[in-house]
């Protein structure tokens, strides 16, 4: 990027507001983005509104400042703007500004709501409900949303409040030992920051501050392939001991997946999770419906081209991944990255065992927390699964599943059943809405209803987890026993 | 029907007011309908309301103009209404035709509720909502209305969502082809309009909007039997090369089913589909009392001769058909027809068995929306009651079902499990609301659901869907194993 | 009751106003009951409310004249109440009869409340509507009311929806004939009316009403032992051909019973249900919660003496039942009926072979319309019982049941079954807030509808019910398959 | 405890309010706590509160008199308060005691809520009703509260309403004796009081009450480890012939468990129920939440060094609590005892073989009313395990449980499946809104209730009580068949 650039004036910019030139500025910074307005992961219509304005406010909300610099190259920079024009703001932006604004934690106490003290948050479920109170509507769409119906991501949760415990009373519970080895990294507690996009809508520190939090506490963090800082902040914001993993998405772009693994292993990456039960967006209604709002007030206003369709901020953010991903490509991900690959987003027994076939080194059981396919069958269910029908991948894998996990209990019920950790999604960004310190309460309420199971179903160490201590029976005759359906047979069309 | 009409005046037709003696006014035609009260459809009540009055408004809420001359003589026409004479309609009739312009769409803002742009719309309960909100009551009430206590609906659509997925992953998904052949016709997606009756009540262009929204979208309408135009009118709406198929309601009077059959073999209809489940019509609680309401009025009024038990649109338009109606009339449609014939509204393996051993091209699995009789199995369940009892009928013919569908997922389900393709009744009326257009985008978020659901199940070509992508567990159990009780003998009474 | 009484005065009659001398006025007469305080089945606390009083408005709520005079000799006549002193009655009192007079049906749009036109219900659901909205609070709680926290009250109608309909389609169905012989005498339908208390609570009318609605309508009532008229005035209402059973709580006080069994004989009665479940009173809530209000106001009031305990109407009326009734008393009730026996009450396999080893001609599986004992199986689960444990029953008694049938579709599930009928108890009750003519319509609204289930799953005629109409799936888990518990041995309490 | 001591005025107090130096006055006496700050089982910062102050009212609210000066040596005891001297409290201490008053019952008529004369409560959740109306919401938090999500403490009653009943009619119940012999000592019921903590929070009598309701009853009472009165004032509040079981919590602190066990022995106590569900506390949110405001308002306030994790009554409670118990401590506790050991909360047929070998009297299925784990299984559901995997126990000891019974017929269904009584917790509590009158009110509804079940049943004798009267078809899928997890095999993780 060149550093000697000339001043440009605000009507300079207003000259290039159109499709085929198209510039923004961003911190005062210029730039060209006619070619990458196909190229934009969120899709160019969102560019487009800003095309010959600030788009400062907009921009800030989803990505760190790192990554336009590092996607654009030093020809797309045109200049300086002009430091002493005044920016006059277009109404709806100042709103959009308002509305970040409130996100971010500085003022906790808009239209009557107060945001609780942290120390009196006790549960995920305290997160989540000020989350909901204290996100913009975009960003609680965005995190909270699911597939179509919701019948999964309901499921995902209540699946876990259908399996009972069976504790063991007597034992000496002194001390309770919750450490366990993930891909032979060192966690304080069986469980995980899953990957989940774009935590800046939540809190200006975003992924850092996760990273921050999982240092204090001991535990590892997953990062999302859609993270709003690049990679290198992240890990840069936590300790040099500190073990992280990467969440992939294989770019339609192959090129740029080598480049962002060759990254990872420079970074001392531990391990990547291939994602791969999202290669097409799901269909998140209540995000798309924020997203449809945006259109209507797009094609009332002056900007043109936008997509008539719509399509929500996940859909938008899906473009780029590339839907010809096929077991084939395992091989040349673990070549390309020489890490240790998990495969993430498993729902049968049938792909577990192929994923086992390819040499991967962990497989995640997950629907994408209800996100992707509506009515797919929770994670839990498909680890009954894999017992069923190929228990002998516990032995040759490691097992870990995520969605719907809210309680300690939830999480010694995996383990009890053979997982090796779990993930945990939205609770993080929700914790999120109070920074470090939220990520850290989080984990420590996490670890303390842990342990309180443990010690209640009389066991002390993640170990003694066995499944004994658990009654499956509520959900048992819902567990496939064979691969292909049990009793109906596969009669393909005949012309007729 | 004489061009050479004599005017008479309103003074004139007012003479005619009784049961014995009746005529009526539509579009300034005075009729002689005196003969046709025992043959109207929805029972001569009805008309004798209008008896010796201008009934246009009440005649066009639900037919179209072609249908009135095309069932009397001309022998009935009497003249023509004086045009100098100013029509003053009684108060309850202009009521009446402010609840037509209603749900015509004209207007749309109407005590506050605006009816939202259409690609705001983003599934078929969006159109539901939308529907309940701008029908008029009467209108509503036909469409949503199902029998006593809603069970079977409601079981319709929830049987859908106790079906799990069970989606593969890491499959190239980048092309996914909905297209597929029914009865020979190509779709490009695997469902059809389901015959519903009277469109106009959502829109005036009823029937023929949605044969031109079929049009556009390659997909293919059964005309309801009940239809508010006339065959012909719909036919010509769409394009010469576009597929129909024809409900079939056979009539007690055999020769109007034989002059119904003839033409539409001569407007190039595909199939016929013969409905069998609603021979008595089923007893519909809200249309009823949308009825009983009518009724009251008219004995408050001074039309004499009503009847006092009255009984809902539903049950007044299905007094003409056939209860005496049997497997035995089979060969007969289908010699009449040369048409290939479809049985709807089977419900049970017995019954599929027989109508293949009558040599039926396809059969319906149906309970007509849970409009007929409550607590009967939802179509589903008699889907995996055929692979029970009889799979070899999924060789020998087609399978349709339809009742509660409303996500692509749900006729993903039913391709999984055998079945060729789906019915969509309820939501394109719904669509309606906004003509041929809403017809359009509904289609489209069918499909979109639709390949969405495909490829995030694995799959890429609706032929390649299989039993083991869905997980049946939670209605297996209620899947009847025998024709008969599966332990139960029948012990007839003997006499004590 | 001698004629030559003398009269007395208001403040004579106001002196035996203690337990041990108390005499009250009912229509103008004055009795001595302090013999009978004791007798009374309501129990003596609700009599000495009005010792020394005016009786006549809370005694015409619940008995018919001709009680009265039955019970007592005449030698407790005491005289005539001076007509010319004006009777002032109590503040509270005069409510009383507010409230009665709102039940009966003159004025019916008390408190905004506009009874609406009868041809208007077109449902059992509609009549329970109007009776909510128009009884007393008294009259709907004891007639409403079920046992504890309602479970098998709930039950006894969801386990109807949960068994499904499998139709049988393409049958001639021109006709449909509900006509059925029970215990011999014809019935235009399945169906008759069960026993219930004290229809005058109702309408003035009661169940003479009744007797009149059935007689019009071919259908047979059995009359409740509780009923608010004399057993010969109800049979005298009807017509000289027409059927009546009689319900019999055998009476502690056995010579009672005995002079019951004869009249009944004597009157043409044609079998006598005998009430075996609810020996003792079932603890219904929302009657005692009315009954501890009346103790509340009693307490506070002048009368001294009141039990403490309250107890709804329906534990005071079953008082005088006879808790030592064993199957030893069976054929002593044959012998001294000489009629034709059913055991009402049966709510298990083992008690159905039992019944079936006294030679009973019927037996009625009941578990008193959820008022008994909370969480007894529901009436529907004990006929299936039957097929499991003892279908030769079937072979051997005609089976009735009740409790919970509101629709046509259930009485045809029943019959589908093995029941030879089902008896309808609450909502004839309900029916008589429109009095005779409220019964008729309710007969009719069950018979189009059990019609139209008939129809709608292919029969004409009740005799054709079979168990292949029905599938049961979703019961078939909770029918027992043992007289015992299936798999838990009886270990008694061993001395420890 | 020196008579002799000085007076001190309250500026002497207040020069005592450290944690390194703190003194506290409770009813005029000052006491130096500084040592016992770590010692107190509500945790030391409960007290700091009220360091260098009168802490009267915040001591009242919990403990008797008596269980101060036991707990503390005469040395902690410094003078006596000046009398002259006003005591002004401080605002908040002051709405303390108003709550506290609220609870006591001179006053029912707070908040236009006035508690309802006794008589008129018919049911345990007529007494739940009003104490959740009259309680301070602290007591209300401690006493209603249960762990997490609530899944158990729902469980818990909700399984006794999935039992049915199975009636047998025609038997002889005029007599019905529901007495049973419990551990050898006569109750007039197959019932007694569970051990619940802290009853002085719902009435100043507090478990001296209960004692002489169970005295008036015939019932026995368990006194709960925590009660609010020493364990003599109870036993003395009773009649000399009462029996009276003694729940014990183990204490870290061993010789307080020896002293308190021989102190059991010389009351004449008949039986220690060792609670092993409990030894680390449950996440019980509603109480914690209460902690946590109170946290909140000791953090704003002047008062230092408090725990900012809070952590409710509960939590603070346990906290003496020996986490090292284990079954080789039964022996060390029935040898200092020399009584017969019951042991309670037993949850999995594995321990109640243990529990037996180790020569325990009896068991007591328990899940600490669901205040534990949750999500852990309902007793009703392991006494059903018991019979599958370990019938003999029944032979060998007597088998109790609690939670969730609410009704008469829910202990009719225990003991039908085997058990020799149940225990009544939060009921109980709830009495005491009324005091010793309200624990008599209650006892009574629960044996009047339990008769009639029984007589409704066909039984006349507890001991009458077999498994064939009950039908657990709903709960069987659930039962556990075998000690372990039936179907999957543990894997331990092998090191990868």
């Not at 934009?40 to 336009?68: N, S």
């Not at 995190?143 to 995902?156: C, E, G, K, P």
């Not at 990254?263 to 531990?270: F, P, T």
């Not at 680890?383 to 991948?393: A, D, Y």
Request: contains cysteine; proline residues 4%; negative net charge.
């Amino acid at each position: 990027m060149s550093p000697e650039a000339c001043t440009l004036s605000f009507k300079d910019l207003e000259k290039h507001s159109s499709a085929d030139d198209c510039w923004i500025a961003v911190h005062s910074k210029i730039y060209d983005v006619t070619d990458f307005l196909d190229l934009h992961p969120g899709g160019g219509g969102i560019i487009l509104r800003y095309a010959g304005k600030d788009a400062t406010a907009a921009y800030d909300e989803i990505h760190a400042q790192g990554i336009l610099e590092e996607t654009l190259s030093s020809d797309n920079f045109k200049g300086l703007l002009d430091q002493s024009e005044v920016v006059i703001l277009p109404e709806e932006q100042k709103k959009d500004i308002d509305k970040i604004e409130k996100t971010r934690g500085q003022s906790t106490s808009t239209e009557n709501y107060t945001k609780p003290d942290l120390f009196k948050l006790i549960s995920t479920h305290d997160f989540e409900d000020v989350a909901e109170k204290t996100l913009t509507t975009k960003a609680w769409a965005f995190y909270s949303s699911a597939a179509t119906d919701l019948v999964t991501h309901h499921a995902n949760s209540n699946f876990y409040r259908r399996i009972m415990l069976r504790p063991r009373v007597m034992r000496n519970v002194t001390d309770a030992n919750t450490q366990r080895s993930i891909l032979g990294c060192t966690s304080t507690a069986p469980f995980f920051v899953a990957p989940a996009a774009m935590a800046r809508l939540a809190h200006p520190d975003g992924e850092c501050a996760i990273a921050r939090g999982c240092a204090s506490e001991g535990l590892i963090q997953c990062i999302s392939n859609n993270a709003s800082y690049p990679l290198a902040s992240i890990v840069e914001s936590g300790t040099s001991t500190q073990a992280f993993f990467l969440q992939l998405y294989v770019n339609a772009d192959r090129p740029k997946t080598t480049q962002l693994l060759h990254k990872a292993r420079s970074l001392g990456i531990k391990a990547i999770f291939v994602t791969v039960d999202a290669h097409v967006p799901g269909k998140r209604e209540a995000d798309e419906r924020i997203a449809s709002e945006n259109v209507a007030s797009a094609i009332s206003g002056s900007v043109a081209g936008n997509d008539k369709k719509g399509g929500g901020m996940g859909r938008l953010m899906g473009q780029y991944v590339d839907k010809t991903l096929s077991w084939e490509d395992i091989p040349w991900i673990q070549e390309t990255s020489r890490l240790p690959i998990v495969v993430k987003g498993i729902q049968s027994a049938a792909d577990a065992k192929t994923a086992v076939s390819y040499g991967v080194k962990g497989i995640m059981l997950s629907n994408h927390g209800g996100r992707a396919l509506d009515t797919s069958q929770p994670a839990i269910l498909t680890l009954l699964e894999l017992h069923r029908i190929c228990p002998e991948v516990f032995d040759k894998v490691e097992v870990y599943l995520d969605g719907g996990i809210t309680r300690g209990s939830d999480i010694l019920k995996a383990l009890c059943l053979g997982a090796t950790a779990v993930g945990i999604g939205r609770p993080y960004l929700y914790s999120l809405c109070y920074g470090q310190e939220g990520v850290e309460h989080l984990s420590q309420i996490l670890k303390d209803e842990l342990e309180t199971s443990m010690r209640l179903a009389g066991i002390t160490n993640v170990d003694q987890s066995h499944p004994g201590l658990v009654n499956t029976s509520d959900l048992d005759y819902l567990v496939p026993n064979v691969e292909e359906h049990p009793w109906i047979k596969w009669r393909p069309k005949a012309k007729m």
